[in-house]
């Protein structure tokens, strides 16, 4: 727990535990820990598998992940992500090199052929969702770059 007050509880989630579970049986998750820690969690969102999670952080990802604490934080916080207030930025280490700063705006849509993956697509789909990626290298080197990536959208696996 970094932070938390009565509305709010933000926690250091670290790679390789997921936020949510996909199923009942799965417990090994960051929405168990709050379940145990800060039951309200549970009536915030109306959710039983989302316990208040406002946004999401891929399994592989570590980062800072905020819940709600009670319905009205829930629906302000959905509010604030969704109308782009919130400020989402990363650090990512990139096969090969990139020299300079960047934007993404590529159109992304559920892959049809494996549905936990997104692929790039024309702006004019039908199933299109707009993505804005901007990125900045940090350290460029020949066989890696670390880049400071912020997504101004909230795309699934956008920064994959």
């Given amino acids: 727990v970094l932070y938390q007050d009565s509305s709010v509880v933000a926690l250091d989630k670290p790679a390789g535990i997921a936020a949510l579970a996909l199923s009942p049986n799965d417990t090994a998750t960051v929405a168990n820990f709050l379940i145990a820690r800060f039951p309200e969690t549970l009536a915030a969102s109306g959710r039983a598998l989302e316990p208040g999670i406002v946004h999401r952080l891929d399994t592989d990802t570590s980062g800072v992940l ?8 829930y629906r302000a916080l959905r509010a604030d992500f969704r109308q782009g207030r919130v400020d989402k930025e990363y650090l990512a280490v990139v096969d090969g090199r990139v020299d300079a700063a960047g934007v993404l705006r590529t159109p992304l849509r559920g892959d049809p052929r494996d549905r936990r993956r997104v692929v790039p697509c024309e702006a004019g789909a039908s199933d299109a969702r707009p993505a804005s990626t901007e990125y900045r290298p940090i350290v460029s080197r020949r066989e890696f770059s670390v880049l400071v990536v912020r997504i101004h959208t909230g795309v699934r696996h956008q920064i994959r």
């Fill in 66 to 73: 905020l819940a709600a604490r009670d319905a009205d934080s």
